[in-house]
């Protein structure tokens, strides 16, 4: 558990050093200490409290110390829900939703909003949620052709794409289809990952997992969602349930890679779910605390 709270804390010292970066950049306040190139080519800038591979000018996404915008709100999902689930921490947890909403990245504002709904079960914060959404694109709609304008990394990654007839912010599509095509050859097993990478690439999307492992490969990859849910069901905890679910949605796009972070921060969040069930089955009294991480009956 300990791990994990130092986990979340981390995410949200990337988050206010990338909001507070955005900020000082829009206004022409901070410049990049030096550039370099990710492992993937592409060249990324180092801003001192962030870096980024996404820079227009003065305006960024800023992507913390992760190799993208992505990837900071994708882990930054996960602390939402570690935080949900272990330390209810209701400021940590507003201040790190309003933090990622400046990666600018759609699986987040997707994710966020089934977080709303689903996890904290509240309606209101929703539509509170959706008032303010309506209002940003208000704003960015007036900032349009200016010096400020941000219509391309907001609303604009919604808009379709009159060439090509995808939504123009859809970067997976492409790659899914490759994906599939591969996936239908051999859908029990799937085509294994060095016959997958000699073809093309074809990673990040829904059916990565299955062109490459087929559909026995996902059961085993996401074994440890899958418990999670089943212990959400079976103990009756919905929060357990739906941040399964929520995380589910999230490796669609951005799905399970065997590197040092996916397992080591999927299996700690399952191993806790479950020892934090088995500690509350030993309370005599259903109510509990919270206590720095801790369980205690009360």
Avoid at 40 to 57: E, H, P, Q, S
Avoid at 87 to 106: G, P, Q, R
Wanted: hydrophobic share 50%; with cysteine.
């Amino acid at each position: 558990m300990g791990f994990l709270n130092i986990y979340r804390w981390m995410i949200l010292f990337f988050a206010i050093g990338g909001t507070i970066t955005f900020f000082l950049v829009l206004f022409d306040l901070l410049d990049p200490f030096f550039y370099y190139t990710n492992q993937d080519g592409r060249v990324a800038a180092f801003y001192g409290l962030t870096c980024t591979n996404a820079f227009y000018g003065t305006i960024i996404r800023y992507a913390g110390f992760f190799d993208e915008p992505g990837a900071m709100a994708y882990w930054g999902v996960f602390a939402l829900i570690i935080n949900r689930l272990f330390f209810y921490d209701t400021k940590y947890e507003k201040y790190l939703m309003i933090c990622l909403a400046f990666t600018f990245s759609m699986a987040y504002y997707i994710q966020l909003c089934l977080f709303l709904f689903y996890v904290k079960n509240k309606f209101k914060a929703l539509l509170v949620f959706l008032a303010v959404v309506v209002t940003l694109i208000f704003c960015v709609q007036l900032m349009k052709d200016t010096d400020y304008d941000i219509s391309a990394l907001t609303i604009g990654r919604f808009e379709t794409n009159s060439r090509t007839g995808d939504v123009a912010g859809d970067n997976r599509s492409e790659l899914s289809k490759l994906a599939q095509e591969q996936f239908l050859k051999a859908p029990i097993f799937g085509i294994g990952a060095i016959r997958m990478n000699e073809i093309a690439y074809m990673a990040d999307n829904p059916f990565e997992i299955l062109a490459k492992d087929g559909i026995v490969g996902e059961l085993v990859t996401y074994l440890p969602l899958l418990l999670i849910f089943c212990w959400g069901i079976k103990k009756r905890r919905i929060e357990c349930l739906t941040s399964a679910l929520i995380l589910f949605v999230g490796y669609q796009q951005r799905p399970f890679h065997v590197d040092l972070v996916h397992p080591i921060i999927l299996y700690a969040l399952t191993i806790s779910v479950l020892l934090e069930i088995d500690v509350q089955n030993e309370c005599n009294n259903e109510k509990y605390i919270y206590s720095d991480g801790d369980i205690q009956c009360e």
